[in-house]
């Protein structure tokens, strides 16, 4: 199996940005390095560096995306965690074929590419 590096980040998705932002700057001290739109995953996020990794703050622009129903049944919580693989197409066969529960078995673009 394709080696995992590292944590990259963890997805929390939150209702008000602004308000995670601050409370997440006040609580850990992390500065936002990168705010942005996701236009085709209707979300607006904001990735915040602490220590040598980062938090991503997700907010869904609207109740019908994928991030804004989840945002719905579950409220503000964890959504993601990405790591750094060797090889991403090979990491998500791989995962794939033991067995993980996939939301996508192709590797999409989210923020940064």
């Known amino acids: 199996m394709t080696g995992f590096k590292r944590v ?3 997805a929390i998705v939150v209702a008000d940005l602004d308000e995670a932002i601050d409370r997440w700057q006040a609580l850990s001290g992390a500065c936002v390095t990168t705010r ?3 236009e085709h995953q209707r979300v607006e ?3 915040l560096a602490l220590g040598d ?3 991503e703050l997700i907010r869904p622009l609207d109740g019908e995306s994928g991030v804004g129903r989840f945002l719905a049944k579950h409220g503000e919580t964890m ?3 990405a790591f750094e693989v060797d ?3 090979q990491t998500v066969d791989d995962l794939g074929r033991r067995g993980m529960q996939l939301v996508d078995d192709q590797p999409r673009l989210g923020a940064h590419g």
């Open 8 to 10: 990259d980040h963890t």
């Open 36 to 38: 942005e739109v996701v």
């Open 45 to 47: 996020i904001a990735m």
């Open 53 to 55: 990794t980062r938090v």
């Open 79 to 81: 959504h993601h965690i």
């Open 87 to 89: 090889d991403l197409r």
